[in-house]
């Protein structure tokens, strides 16, 4: 079985899973995110620019934010991309986010 760490290695290296327009984080993309990450575990997401001037904070703060509503944890920023690692429900040691809290990020 590959490591965690040759994925995220893998991940860095190929095309983003999700993109982060300039509509900023909205429930759709958490929810894509979301589904990508119990699909594959590790998710390449990249965020535009126009994204980060509609969310208060940096790049690095955003990808926190993204990682935490999600019970991810943010396996590294590089430039406007980010590695997001959650493991599946069966063996998950990672909290998994409530539909309420995936709600919440969109007023």
Do not use: C, Q
């Amino acid at each position: 079985m590959e490591s965690v760490r040759t994925r995220v290695r893998r991940a860095h290296h190929g095309r983003a899973d999700v993109i982060i327009g300039k509509a900023g984080v909205t429930r759709e993309v958490l929810r894509e995110i979301d589904a990508r990450l119990e699909k594959k575990e590790v998710v390449k997401v990249k965020m535009l620019k126009t994204a980060l001037k509609r969310e208060e904070g940096g790049r690095r703060e955003l990808a926190r934010r993204v990682a935490g509503s999600l019970g991810a944890r943010l396996m590294g920023v590089r430039g406007y991309t980010f590695i997001l690692y959650r493991p599946r429900r069966g063996g998950s040691k990672v909290k998994r986010p409530s539909r309420r809290l995936l709600g919440s990020w969109v007023e």
